[in-house]
């Protein structure tokens, strides 16, 4: 028994793949102690759910590209000064939070 992703109606379905992001939700939600609930999908919405999740991976190729891109400006443009430390982390750290940022719109894969 769990909840549909795309209608939000309890039922069964087809469970979402156990990854890191579903073990944490389900952690989080234990701590918090409300009732278990599996992330599922029904069989009728699985093609619009295969859509979000191509777009999901999709994006998330994308931003990796614009971190990769990033880092390299950020550290041609640390060349012209003195390349150190104080170059290389604030770099690391905005390449780390562009490639992060598709994450805020995670959409699980399904067992199919």
């Given at each position: 028994m769990g909840?549909?992703?795309?209608?939000?109606?309890?039922?069964?379905g087809?469970?979402?793949?156990?990854?890191f992001?579903?073990?944490?939700?389900?952690?989080?939600?234990?701590?918090?102690?409300?009732?278990e609930?599996r992330?599922?999908?029904?069989?009728?919405?699985?093609?619009?759910?295969?859509?979000?999740?191509a777009?999901?991976?999709?994006?998330?190729?994308?931003?990796?590209?614009?971190?990769?891109?990033?880092?390299?400006?950020?550290?041609?443009g640390g060349?012209g000064?003195k390349?150190d430390?104080?170059v290389?982390f604030?770099?690391?750290?905005?390449?780390?939070?562009?490639a992060a940022?598709?994450?805020a719109?995670?959409?699980?894969?399904?067992?199919?």
């Amino acid at each position: 028994m769990g909840v549909c992703i795309i209608c939000g109606k309890a039922g069964k379905g087809i469970m979402a793949k156990k990854d890191f992001f579903i073990i944490a939700a389900r952690r989080l939600r234990s701590f918090f102690g409300p009732e278990e609930k599996r992330t599922m999908v029904h069989r009728h919405h699985m093609k619009k759910a295969k859509e979000k999740r191509a777009n999901f991976e999709k994006m998330q190729g994308l931003y990796r590209k614009y971190a990769i891109v990033f880092f390299v400006l950020a550290i041609l443009g640390g060349l012209g000064f003195k390349l150190d430390l104080w170059v290389l982390f604030p770099a690391f750290l905005g390449a780390l939070f562009i490639a992060a940022l598709p994450y805020a719109y995670y959409f699980p894969s399904f067992e199919a």
